[in-house]
């Protein structure tokens, strides 16, 4: 499905590529984000105890961006997968 967005960019990375979430931001000249949406989720495997593991890792992944690149009074929203 196609959705017309204007002005919407889209860019495809690996959150947990730390260097190339920052190449990404660099070469875009991304400095501040008003809102950061995560609808992240890891493949599942029949292991609970290591999927709740891999959740972590991306929802810490998600508050590193917060962290340096949420602008004051922004706001985020991510989804915990348990
Ligand atoms: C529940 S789906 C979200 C679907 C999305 N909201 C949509 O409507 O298409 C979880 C998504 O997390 C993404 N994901 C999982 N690990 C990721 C990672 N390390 N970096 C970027 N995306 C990741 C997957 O590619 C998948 O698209």
Known sequence: ???????????????????GMQRLFDQHQIKQFDLILSDMAPDT???????????????ERVMRIVDAYLMPAGQFVFKVFM
């Open 1 to 19: 499905m196609e959705i017309d967005l204007p002005d919407v960019v889209t860019y495809l990375q690996d959150a947990t590529d730390q260097e």
């Open 45 to 59: 495997t029949s292991n609970a105890n290591l999927d709740a593991l891999k959740s972590i890792d991306l929802i």
